[in-house]
């Protein structure tokens, strides 16, 4: 709604764009124009660039027609029809400005004003208020209307000030029943009931755009106003997920953000990219000088279109928090407390430690980890230190611990890394499969996306231990829930294939042509055995054979099929063969190549996919690549001029087991809380702890950094220049809005620390950076920040066969040729519940918390998710006397922890859920550390676990409180 | 919630719910089902038709809201409608109004302290020939002046 803010394509046009193909021409005010059928007169206006004057249009919404001030005179049609639900014809002959139309929108403007309180001056949405700019464009001079009963004091009324207008206000009774006081309660958000004008566009996109159906239009007529949820309800209280679609839609002050109140309107915007989860949303950061004032979606980011979450729209504010440590520091043991010191002296003591690691213990006694959340660039440098300063591959990514299954899995079947899709594919889908995801809290933008294709009737197939909101939600139920025990999806996923093959319900046209025939015959066969009839292992997985049957058949003959899985999927001891499995299905059914198919791994953060893409795997230089292939080690070598160790380096487990036995030294560890994050934590918290040069680059003094020796402050994405690929490989760019609070952006750190080491970089913008990733990565080829700016975005590959990039993967065959077939094996994952330990543990997170919350627990998020809580079957909460909201011990064969328990059947008995966003409560001591079996990422998804009420925290928790209270100690800098 | 208020339990509500189901948009006689029930929708029935029809309490919220004739609260044992249609109002039906909600102590929808009348408006009763009209319990009555409505009120017990 700020249109003067970034002028170039951001005008709201009215109503959606039209898909069709046919065209139509019509005159507007004596200009011609020519758009696609179906096109609303409003928005034709707007594109001859012609404004019809409206309130309740806007085109993230279809059109309404209910403000009356779109009216426009139509030559040869009676009366005067609203634009913008009146669609285009051929020939048509359209006045925006005749005397009567005019007439009209002065009478209805001066209705709306009349119950209106006109403080605009020290209203927060000065400059930036529809009604405003409406009043002023159909020339409003009088309103003749005396005051009356209405819906705000009028005692208020031309007070020069809000605290005037407050103390204007009388107390107790207002002698106007129509009055309601301003709602307060969501954290980022006020909602202001006099200033409503019902144009219900806040209520519209809370059903069309966000899907959560959480406000209303109380009552009818005058007394009609917004509602969040029934009678009883405040935004809080209700079902609102505080996305932000309904305060961006609003025309006025009534839903407004707290910032913009408090900083006033922002007077630019600069285009960036949130630095949340993997869908990658396009935001404007509006500024006002280098203060940011508030983020909106950006509508022609082609990740979110528009959209937004709570936490990409609201939970910034933890770049502002008094816990972000801004100085380098450095202490000689973890043992001592914090020193203070200069960038030079942090450096200094840095690159000397990790030398003398290297010159005492070898080469290889030193290593790196990448962050998935810092950019393409940053990840491509990091590793660059370890391949071109250390030299040695000891490069991994915390993509180990969630996707790397993924990487293997897609990899081996089709050949390439990634999902198959873009995210607007959606919109073509006839059958969703979603397995061990949960869009709607983990990837809320997306999941919303998903929403709106099933309310138009998409079919949805869930596999979830867990009944996850997608399962049912206002408007949204799934056709097939199969609630599988933890840690049998291969079992599942091949008794789905089993029941394609023998129905015969394959797309053998399309195996024979796109597939190795042999290998499909092989795996045919394989899955036609008994043993894998759903019958056959209903008894192991707890899915009925028939919802299974019911549910192969709908995915395999139901149209275009998509399947969407997440870390359910990859964090298992099996998750490679899942992946596999998965690729199986969608090859079997004909169901990759095409637009609304596909298979698309929904990835964790922001960057996972980039870090990935960037070569910080300790086997794979950038773009997957072997670093056994002599002719790509000779690429990098000749670029960076160093001998590339040909030997593939340590995983993170491999480090922390190395750390223990004593022979890896040394870390730097950049944008990540492996103590927090990875599992079985005591045994990470071992391997630091034996390490005699942990490095931690991060934004606060976290986890991991308590067993840290330098601390390297780090810079947020509001503070640096680069690029974050998304789970749909489309490449954002991120632009820097600020300058860094902590002196440098993080690139830059990790070239100084490279330069205090001896090498020579000198790297002065990440474009450069990006110049040298284009040059030795063929997927990259075509990539540079000229090409970003002119596109927006792009997806890789982009080369000279793509050069603006391929939304779509394998559409003219599978990138390694012919898809493989993999025979999908079931192998029980060896944690298995016991008398001591007989209920299985899964793990997840929520929409208002990230990953281990050391940003959303500095925001006000945290209102939504204050700790994390243990979710148990009412049955398995009864047999122990767990009673809900009491203290109950969840105690594994690793270790043992305390939370609050919720009692819900949202789990099925027999299962108990988890969060893991909070330090305090360490979920990952419980977990164990079994891994995959092709690339280790630890199966987090499956704990043998045992409940008991309990009075309070665990010997680990009080033993670990202080351990982290001493580590965190900062000594007062020096004068 | 009203602690005041009958609360009626969840599986009552839930049969009432139920028994509707079957219909073709079946919110209008879930709701209306409850009212007649319990002579009002108690606040802890949105939740429940709500989840049943698979729609969020602010779409229930906003529906029963719309309608006038569904109660948050239940009426006193009688129900007085006035009509304040244009018809009425030109045969004085505004001052009738007035008083009557004077005598009483009331305002509109309001009802007496012991529970017998609950004073309405009406937005016509299609009776405009024999203006004021009224309509007690379901039942008009026309030319309606202070001394029938008196009559009424008291018995009414009011």
């Given amino acids: 709604m700020k249109d003067f803010i970034i002028p170039w394509d951001d005008a709201d046009m009215g109503t959606p764009v039209s898909k069709s193909e046919k065209m139509i021409t019509l005159t507007i005010d004596g200009s011609e124009i020519t758009v696609p059928e179906g096109t609303s007169v409003m928005r034709a206006s707007a594109e001859a660039g012609i404004q019809v004057p409206k309130l309740c249009a806007s085109d993230n919404l279809e059109a309404f027609g209910s403000c009356r001030l779109c009216v426009v005179e139509i030559e040869g049609r009676r009366g005067t029809p609203a634009s913008c639900t009146t669609p285009v014809s051929e020939g048509m002959v359209v006045h925006t400005q005749s005397s009567k139309v005019k007439k009209i929108r002065k009478g209805v403007m001066e209705l709306y004003v009349s119950d209106h309180p006109l403080d605009c001056l020290t209203c927060s949405a000065n400059g930036d208020c529809e009604l405003q700019d409406m009043a002023g464009m159909v020339g409003l001079r009088d309103v003749r209307y005396t005051p009356g009963q209405n819906h705000y004091d009028p005692s208020g009324t031309g007070a020069r000030s809000q605290a005037e207008a407050k103390l204007r206000m009388p107390t107790g009774d207002l002698g106007n029943p129509l009055f309601t006081p301003k709602d307060d309660s969501n954290p980022y958000f006020t909602y202001d009931p006099s200033k409503c004008i019902v144009c219900s566009r806040c209520v519209r996109a809370c059903e069309e755009v966000q899907g959560t159906f959480a406000l209303t239009i109380e009552g009818r007529g005058f007394g009609s106003r917004v509602s969040a949820g029934a009678a009883m309800d405040d935004f809080l209280s209700s079902d609102c997920v505080s996305c932000g679609a309904c305060v961006q839609a609003c025309p006025t002050a009534t839903l407004q953000e707290k910032s913009v109140a408090e900083l006033g309107t922002p007077e630019r915007a600069v285009i960036t990219t949130c630095a949340y989860c993997g869908v990658g949303c396009s935001f404007k950061a509006e500024m006002n000088g280098d203060e940011l004032v508030r983020m909106t979606p950006y509508k022609h980011g082609k990740a979110n279109r528009g959209h937004s979450c709570v936490k990409g729209r609201f939970a910034y504010g933890y770049a502002n928090h008094k816990d972000r440590i801004l100085n380098p520091m450095i202490r000689d043991t973890i043992h001592d407390p914090w020193r203070e010191v200069s960038w030079e002296e942090a450096l200094d003591f840095a690159a000397r430690r990790m030398k003398g690691l290297q010159e005492r213990y070898g080469r290889k006694s030193v290593g790196v980890i990448t962050s998935s959340r810092c950019t393409n660039e940053e990840t491509y440098l990091v590793q660059k230190l370890a391949r071109g300063v250390f030299l040695n591959n000891n490069t991994d990514t915390c993509a180990r611990v969630c996707h790397s299954p993924t990487g293997y899995g897609l990899g081996q079947t089709f050949g390439t890394s990634a999902g198959t899709q873009d995210f607007d594919s959606v919109e073509a889908t006839d059958v969703m499969v979603v397995i061990g995801a949960n869009p709607t809290d983990a990837h809320p933008v997306f999941g919303s996306r998903m929403k709106k294709r099933l309310r138009e009737g998409a079919k949805l197939i869930v596999i979830d231990p867990r009944r996850i909101d997608l399962v049912k939600s206002a408007h949204v139920e799934a056709a097939h829930h199969l609630a599988l025990r933890p840690g049998t999806n291969v079992a599942v996923v091949t008794a789905l294939a089993h029941v394609i093959v023998t129905e015969g319900l394959m797309d053998e046209a399309y195996i024979r042509e796109r597939c190795d025939w042999n290998e499909f015959q092989e795996y045919a066969e394989f899955v036609s055995q008994d043993r894998h009839s759903p019958e056959a292992t209903e008894s192991l997985t707890g899915v009925p054979a028939e919802e299974l049957r019911a549910a192969a058949r709908l995915y395999a003959t139901g149209g275009n099929g998509a399947i969407y899985y997440g870390l359910g999927v990859t964090e298992h001891s099996q998750g490679s063969t899942t992946v596999m499995g998965i690729a199986n299905l969608a090859m079997l059914t004909g169901n990759v190549g095409g637009n609304g198919m596909g298979v698309n791994p929904l990835r964790g953060q922001n960057n996972v996919q980039g870090s990935c893409d960037m070569g910080s795997f300790p086997h794979e230089l950038p773009g997957y690549r072997h670093v056994k292939n002599a002719d790509v080690r000779a690429i990098f070598e000749q670029a960076w001029g160093v001998q590339i160790d040909p030997e593939p380096g340590l995983r993170i487990p491999n480090m922390l087991d190395a750390a223990v036995d004593g022979t890896f030294k040394g870390l730097y560890c950049q944008g990540e809380d492996i103590l927090q994050s990875d599992p079985d934590t005591k045994h990470v918290a071992a391997g630091l702890a034996a390490m005699e040069c942990v490095i931690v680059h991060d934004l606060f003094l976290n986890e991991t950094a308590n067993y840290a020796h330098v601390f390297l402050p780090g810079s947020t994405f509001l503070e640096k220049d680069g690029t974050f690929t998304n789970a749909e490989r489309r490449i954002n760019r991120v632009r820097r809005v600020m300058a860094p609070k902590n002196g440098y952006a993080d690139w830059e750190v990790t070239q100084l620390l490279a330069n205090a080491m001896g090498a020579d970089w000198t790297y002065t913008h990440p474009t450069q950076i990006m110049d040298e990733i284009a040059a030795t990565t063929p997927s990259f080829a075509g990539v540079s920040y000229e090409l970003l700016e002119e596109k927006g975005s792009v997806q890789w590959p982009v080369n000279e066969a793509h050069p603006e990039g391929t939304p779509l993967m394998h559409v003219d065959g599978f990138v390694r040729g012919k898809g493989r077939f993999i025979v999908t094996e079931y192998v029980a994952t060896e944690e298995r519940t016991g008398p001591r330990f007989p209920l299985l543990l899964t793990t997840g997170r929520i929409l208002s918390q990230y990953n281990v919350g050391a940003q959303t627990r500095r925001t006000e998020n945290s209102v939504w998710h204050k700790e994390d809580v243990l979710e148990i079957h009412p049955h398995d909460a009864e047999t122990r006397g767990v009673t809900d909201g009491a203290w109950i011990r969840l105690a594994s064969r690793s270790g043992e922890t305390t939370l609050r328990a919720k009692i819900t059947d949202r789990v099925s008995p027999g299962v108990v859920y988890t969060t893991f966003h909070h330090p305090d409560t360490q979920a990952n001591v419980v977990t164990t550390d079994f891994s995959d079996w092709a690339t280790n990422c630890p199966e987090y998804k499956v704990t043998a676990v045992q409940v008991a009420p309990s009075n309070g925290p665990s010997d680990w928790q009080e033993d670990y409180a202080a351990q982290a209270a001493q580590a965190r100690r900062i000594l007062p800098a020096a004068e | ?158």
Wanted: with cysteine; hydrophobic share 45%.
């Fill in chain 2, 1 to 158: 919630m009203r602690h005041d208020l009958p609360q009626p339990s969840v599986d009552d509500i839930q049969a009432l719910i139920d028994g509707q189901l079957h219909l073709e948009g079946p919110l209008l006689p879930i709701l209306h089902a409850i009212q007649e029930e319990f002579g009002h929708v108690p606040e802890a029935a949105i939740p429940l038709v709500a989840e049943s029809l698979n729609l969020t309490r602010a779409e229930v919220h906003g529906v029963m809201s719309f309608y006038h004739d569904f109660r948050e609260v239940p009426a006193g044992r009688h129900v007085v409608r006035i009509c304040r249609a244009e018809a009425c109002q030109s045969m004085g039906a505004n001052v009738l109004a007035e008083e009557t909600l004077a005598k009483l102590g009331l305002e509109w929808h309001g009802t007496t302290a012991n529970g017998a009348v609950t004073i309405e408006p009406v937005y016509c009763l299609g009776l405009c020939a024999c203006a004021p009209a009224a309509m007690v319990d379901g039942r008009v009555v026309g030319r309606v002046d202070a001394a029938k409505m008196d009559e009424i009120i008291a018995e009414a017990g009011a």
